[in-house]
């Protein structure tokens, strides 16, 4: 069974961080990259970042360079998202994907994405 699953959102203040894990199944993991997307209430998802199977190559959006790291574990199966620095616009729910297959390229398009997670509240007070 095709399972993501999102840990690790909570209620944190503005410039302090939180770190979110998602743990796969060995479908879609295996072989797969992996990505993050947030939505925030009124607007639509959008990429947050994703790291392909080496673990080599990442992409982000701009909006987190330089505050969000991602990162894999494969002995866990699990994908990480380091965020620092955080901001109250980094409100929203934060959701784990992985593409239906092997990618060259890093997808950052939400339709690119086949298996999602159920999602974690990331709450950041000013």
């Known amino acids: 069974q095709v399972q993501l699953v999102e840990s690790g959102g909570g209620l944190v203040q503005a410039g302090g961080s939180l770190r979110l894990s998602c743990a796969a199944s060995?479908?879609?993991?295996?072989?797969?990259?992996m990505g993050w997307f947030r939505q925030a209430p009124g607007k639509e998802r959008e990429f947050v970042a994703a790291i392909n199977w080496a673990g080599l190559g990442t992409a982000y959006a701009d909006s987190v360079k330089g505050r969000f790291t991602i990162s894999r574990d494969h002995a866990r199966r699990t994908v990480y998202l380091q965020m620092s620095s955080l901001k109250p616009e980094d409100t929203a729910v934060y959701y784990c994907?992985?593409?239906?297959?092997?990618?060259?390229?890093?997808?950052?398009?939400?339709?690119?994405?086949?298996?999602w997670g159920q999602g974690t509240q990331v709450t950041v007070s000013s």
């Open positions: 994907a992985a593409p239906d297959g092997h990618q060259i390229v890093i997808p950052k398009m939400s339709s690119e994405y086949a298996f």
């Open positions: 060995a479908r879609p993991y295996s072989g797969y990259t």
